[in-house]
Nanobody, 123 residues
Framework: VQLQASGGGLVQAGGSLSLSCAVS????????LGWFRQAPGKERDLVAA????????YYAEDVKGRFTISGDNAKNTVHLQMNSLKPEDTAIYYC?????????????????WGQGTQVTVSS
């Protein structure tokens, strides 16, 4: 299973970016996909996640109302729409897939990882 993340970049505060994660290879009918982020000197934390088959989502408190995670099942792709970006959203963002139906908060629960994509929000 391979995960390919794309869509990072540089944006001013208040702007928007959309990240995509394409899942390929031997995929599973039910899996969960999460977006994690890691800022310099900080731990990698779950930002948003979706249980692909049932559509149940999770958002970290500090992104609720600003970020939206959605899945395109036909394309095996998950998107993260990020609006009203803040400088504190600056981090490397990673997508990760879990071979179970429901998402989990811990990165150790995820089986496959994509490469990171840098998101930089300037003030």
């Amino acid at each position: 299973v391979q995960l390919q993340a794309s869509g990072g970049g540089l944006v001013q505060a208040g702007g928007s970016l959309s990240l995509s994660c394409a899942v390929s290879g031997r995929t599973f009918s039910n899996y969960a996909l999460g977006w994690f982020r890691q800022a310099p000197g900080k731990e990698r934390d779950l930002v948003a996640a979706i249980s692909r088959s049932v559509g149940i989502t999770y958002y970290a408190e500090d992104v609720k109302g600003r970020f939206t995670i959605s899945g395109d099942n036909a394309k095996n792709t998950v998107h993260l729409q990020m609006n009203s970006l803040k400088p504190e959203d600056t981090a490397i963002y990673y997508c990760a897939a879990r071979r179970r139906e429901y998402w989990r908060l811990s990165e150790g629960e995820y089986d496959y990882w994509g490469q990171g994509t840098q998101v930089t929000v300037s003030s």
